[in-house]
């Protein structure tokens, strides 16, 4: 029994490695992964009620600036600054279709893998058991695109923040600036954005 699952585990890797080129994200799931975790960023961050003072005291005695932390560049720049690194918390779920592959927590695949390994079951991937929770592959290419999707619009997501916050920022930043009319119609029409990740309307 043991052999017969890791000859399967085995060949279904391969599978996988063969077809890897083919299941890179695209820039819609980047895009919209993107806005999901600024999203949520802000929102947890703009709770607060702290009150920041700008500009320098000059020698006539005027004082300092007063501004809002949830309005201020500074809570912009600091949810920025490690927003592409939150990516890294995702997992491929290569059960489901389209962009629901892409989702924090365990996969179905893992975890049963690991309840076979907790009975006692011989599992091999090709890999130490220490490293089976990593980012994979796809999900590093995932953050590595966010990076530079973030470096290139960067002023798009500011103007967004200071000007445009009635907008939703996935249309506003992926539907408007970031992908191309042909690409819109795909992306937009098989998959919304929830507040917890991308939520399937029919299969993408």
């Known amino acids: 029994m043991n052999f017969f699952i890791v000859a399967l585990l085995c060949a279904c890797c391969s599978l996988a490695a063969a077809d890897q080129d083919e299941r890179m994200p695209n820039k819609c799931e980047v895009c919209k992964f993107l806005t999901v975790e600024l999203q949520e960023a802000l929102e947890k961050t703009g709770r607060s009620k ?5 500009g ?3 020698d006539t005695g005027k004082r300092r600036r007063k501004i809002k932390y949830n309005t201020s ?4 720049t600091e949810v920025l600054d490690d927003i592409c690194e939150r990516i890294l918390q995702y997992n491929v779920h290569a059960e489901r279709p389209g962009s629901l592959r892409y989702s924090k927590g365990s996969s179905q695949t893992m975890t049963t893998l690991k ?7 011989k599992v091999d991937l090709g ?4 490293l089976w929770d990593e980012p994979s592959a796809e999900v590093t290419d995932l ?8 470096e290139r619009y960067e002023e798009v997501v ?4 200071f000007h445009h916050q009635d907008q939703r920022l996935d249309s506003f930043l992926c539907k408007e600036h970031v992908l191309q009319t ?9 998959c919304r954005m929830s507040g917890g990740g991308v939520e399937r309307r029919r299969r993408c």
């Open 115 to 121: 309840n076979l390994v907790n009975k006692g079951v």
């Open 143 to 150: 953050k590595k695109q966010c990076e530079m999707m973030l």
């Open 73 to 76: 560049e500074t809570r912009l």
């Open 50 to 54: 702290e009150v920041l003072e700008v």
């Open 182 to 190: 042909s690409e819109r119609a795909v992306c937009f029409s098989c």
């Open 56 to 58: 320098d005291v000059l």
């Open 158 to 161: 500011e103007d967004w923040y």
């Open 127 to 130: 890999m130490p058991y220490e």
